[in-house]
């Protein structure tokens, strides 16, 4: 079944079609695909509750927009970072350029071509035919001739390599890229300011569209160019993630796999096969902690007063991603991603 269903999201105009009949099948091969996780096992919990704040994502942007004095090209690869690009992109269409995606395959999902804006893709493709990027508006972004050439009709937007060194050109070939596609426009992946310096002696002064500047490098000034490319930024703060207390004891001795010691536990049920990982919480307005995950639950940390259907929070009320990201070892993309898809999404409307 599921190979039937994978030849049948081969073309792009197909994928449309079966992403509207079909949306949960799609969503799940949509996961499986754009994501490391194992998607026969990583499941969303139907005793997590994701809550999507879409005004404060509305509140983002335009403070994004203030700030910089730019336009935005809204970053919504992987599903706008598991908040749901159907529902982020009309909550901000009208405050942004254009879109950034990884696949074409994340465009037509979108609809994002019907939000009359070009989207940039950010990704090698899966040979698709340049019929396919026009129809969708969208634009590959290319890094050698011959890439640049198959999609000159596509308007291709030059990758130039600063120092990413993945999916970007090296300057030896910028101008037979940039010949071969017709490219009018170019940008990098930039982690630092030296790196939009680099860009600019590469590319700068031919009259070309530049961007480089992605969350890290909005409050530098001399990194925003042409326009801005946020991801992160856009969803800080959007998304509360909560599970309820199913169990409460009262700990007689060494608990769990592990044999931790803790005066009370609870537990909730979200765990590794959800991408849970243990780290901070929050119960009942008091920083708390995940003390051990399991495949389908996790234990918690408790105080006396906490009680079975107590909710615990797992991100938000003052809980941030970077907080939670600097416990789990790993970037604030990666925790918002994980816990996103931990659960059920729903949405406070506009």
Known sequence: MELYYLARLRRVSNRVNFCQSRPVECDDLYWRSHSGFNGRTMT????????IDLAQVRRNVTSIREKTG??????????????????????????VEGWCVFSLMEAARAQLGKT????????????????????????PAVWDAERSAKYRAARPILSVDTGMQRFACPPAQIEAVIKAGGCEEAFTHATSVQRVHRLL???????????????SLLDEPQARLDAVRPGLAMYAGA?????????????????????FVTPRHGVIVCGYSNG?????????????RILEVGMQSAFVELAPGDRVGDEVALLGDGLSETEVAAEWKTSAHEV????????NRS????
């Open 44 to 51: 969303p919990s139907p005793h997590v509750t994701v809550r």
């Open 347 to 350: 949405y406070r409307e506009l």
């Open 70 to 95: 730019v336009p935005i090209i809204a970053v919504v690869k992987a599903d706008a970072y598991g908040l749901g690009s159907d529902r982020i992109v009309p909550a901000i269409s009208d405050l």
């Open 201 to 215: 002696e590469l590319v700068g002064g031919r009259g070309m569209k530049l961007h480089a500047a992605g969350t």
């Open 116 to 139: 009359e804006k070009d989207s940039l893709m950010l990704g090698p493709g899966n040979g698709e035919d340049v019929s396919e990027f026009i129809a969708q508006r969208v634009r």
């Open 336 to 343: 918002l991603v994980r816990l996103c898809h931990t659960g």
């Open 276 to 288: 849970f990982r243990a780290g901070p919480c929050i119960v009942n307005g008091r920083r708390s």
């Open 239 to 259: 998304a509360r993630v909560s599970a309820r207390l199913v169990e409460v004891h009262d700990s007689t001795g060494p608990a769990g796999y592990s044999g």
